[in-house]
Antibody, heavy 122, light 108 residues
Framework: EVQLVESGGGLVKPGGSLRLSCAAS????????MSWVRQAPGKGLEWVGR??????????DYAAPVKGRFIISRDDSKNTLYLEINSLKTEDTAVYFC?????????????WGQGTLVTVSS | SYELTQPPSVSVSPGLTARITCSGD??????AYWYQQKPGQAPVLVIY???ERPSGIPERFSGSSSGTTVTLTISGVQAEDEADYYC???????????FGGGTKLTVL
């Protein structure tokens, strides 16, 4: 069974940094593109960014609102995905979900974690 | 930047048919996907590749595509279908993933 478990969320002051983790199991992590999606309280889903597999170059792509502040990385030896968030703003307050991306060969999010809440407040 | 447009809300009585639309310029070129999200839960895929239904999703969920608009249809709506529904598709380059703003389905 595919399982994704996010961790690392919490309360952070504006301007601070945070690193979220997503532990994966039940599938060959190194063969999977992975994405982060966030959802602000009471708002819709917003794609944050994606990292490809090393065999596909390991490259990352980011949504415009987070480009330059967010960094996605992966450690295939630990089956873990990361999201480093820098220069946090109040508008970054959201539940952050990790998801598989294109696991089935098409451009959608096959499996999701339960999410981790990031609250940015002074 | 690329956008997908959904109506904010749709209301339907139990047993009737709900239709939720999603419009975007790249939809003739890219597949669309639909997710159902209930409060406090992660989204669940209900339609992929415009009209395919994943295993475990009830047959009352169907999808269709016509030009720049895709439609999620729920036939014989049940109370348990009350949720937020999001369309999702890549932009024309296939690089960026985009979600529609979401539609709140209310079962009257």
């Amino acid at each position: 069974e595919v399982q994704l478990v996010e961790s690392g969320g919490g309360l952070v002051k504006p301007g601070g940094s945070l690193r979220l983790s997503c532990a994966a199991s039940g599938f060959t992590f190194s063969n999977a593109w992975m994405s982060w999606v966030r959802q602000a309280p009471g708002k819709g889903l917003e794609w944050v960014g994606r990292i490809k597999t090393k065999s596909d170059g390991g490259t990352t792509d980011y949504a415009a609102p987070v480009k330059g502040r967010f960094i996605i990385s992966r450690d295939d030896s630990k089956n873990t995905l990361y999201l480093e968030i820098n220069s946090l703003k109040t508008e970054d307050t959201a539940v952050y979900f990790c998801s598989t991306d294109r696991l089935s060969g098409y451009d959608y999010f096959d499996c999701w974690g339960q999410g981790t809440l990031v609250t940015v407040s002074s | 930047s690329y956008e997908l447009t959904q109506p904010p809300s749709v209301s339907v009585s139990p047993g009737l048919t709900a239709r939720i639309t999603c419009s975007g310029d790249a939809l003739p070129k890219q597949y669309a996907y639909w997710y159902q999200q209930k409060p406090g839960q992660a989204p669940v895929l209900v339609i992929y590749k415009d009209s395919e239904r994943p295993s475990g999703i009830p047959e009352r969920f169907s999808g269709s595509s016509s030009g720049t608009t895709v439609t999620l249809t729920i036939s014989g709506v049940q109370a348990e279908d009350e949720a937020d529904y999001y369309c999702q598709s890549p932009d024309s380059s296939g690089t960026y993933r985009v979600f529609g703003g979401g539609t709140k389905l209310t079962v009257l």
